[in-house]
């Protein structure tokens, strides 16, 4: 992956040879957040997706003040292929904290792109003055784990039956993830 910054978008080439674009969410990606986060919630990895319609999707961009959020899109032109959100605790007693959620179409996957969100995330996030980024992710999602371990989260607990799966019977076990900044 080779990569160009300005002060708002990253450009980086895929293995594909794409050109790709990580840049700020905006309103008009709702339509295509959700999309992508459909996608990836049809795979069985995801248990906190957004279950947002666009409508609620955009609202959320709009009402997404960058004192709390940051909120990334991945674009392979005018497709939504990949995005991370990290939501800083907004009360007393959380404002140390960063929760972070991030997710890859499957062709986007394997070439660092995630490493590379997580990275402007945490970057943002001690910027901010945040203190601790905590996450969870399921207990069999291993690419993720594994992911998340090789930037220093440690696991600090496990959720038993948290999330009902989305597609045939049962549930997924969620673990939670967290890493002092
Ligand atoms: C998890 C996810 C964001 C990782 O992004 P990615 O761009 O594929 O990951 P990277 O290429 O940056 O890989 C970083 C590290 O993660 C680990 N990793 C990534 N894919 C892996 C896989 N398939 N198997 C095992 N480890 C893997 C490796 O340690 C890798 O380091 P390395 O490149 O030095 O070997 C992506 O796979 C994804 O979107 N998955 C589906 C949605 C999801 O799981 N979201 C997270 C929910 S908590």
């Not at 959320?60 to 709390?68: L, N, Q, Y």
């Not at 959380?94 to 490493?115: E, F, W």
């Amino acid at each position: 992956m080779t990569e160009e910054r300005s002060p708002s978008e990253v450009h980086t080439i895929a293995k594909t040879g794409r050109s790709l674009v990580i840049r700020p969410a905006v309103e008009a990606d709702a339509p295509g957040i959700i999309a992508h986060l459909q996608r990836v919630a049809e795979e069985g990895l995801l248990g906190v997706a957004s279950f947002r319609n666009p409508e609620e999707e955009a609202g959320f961009i709009r009402s997404a003040d960058s004192d709390h959020y940051l909120y990334l899109v991945v674009m392979d032109g005018g497709l939504v292929v990949g995005n991370i959100i990290a939501s800083r605790g907004n009360t007393p007693t959380m404002n140390h904290l960063v929760g972070l959620a991030m997710a890859l179409d499957p062709p986007y996957r394997g070439q660092r792109i995630g490493s590379r969100l997580l990275e402007l995330a945490l970057a943002w996030a001690k910027e901010a003055g945040a203190e601790k980024a905590i996450l969870s992710v399921l207990v069999a999602n291993l690419p993720a784990q594994a992911l998340y371990r090789k930037f220093g989260f440690q696991v600090e607990g496990v959720r038993l039956q948290q999330y009902r799966k989305l597609r045939g019977e049962g549930y997924d076990d969620e673990i939670l993830m967290g890493k002092f900044l």
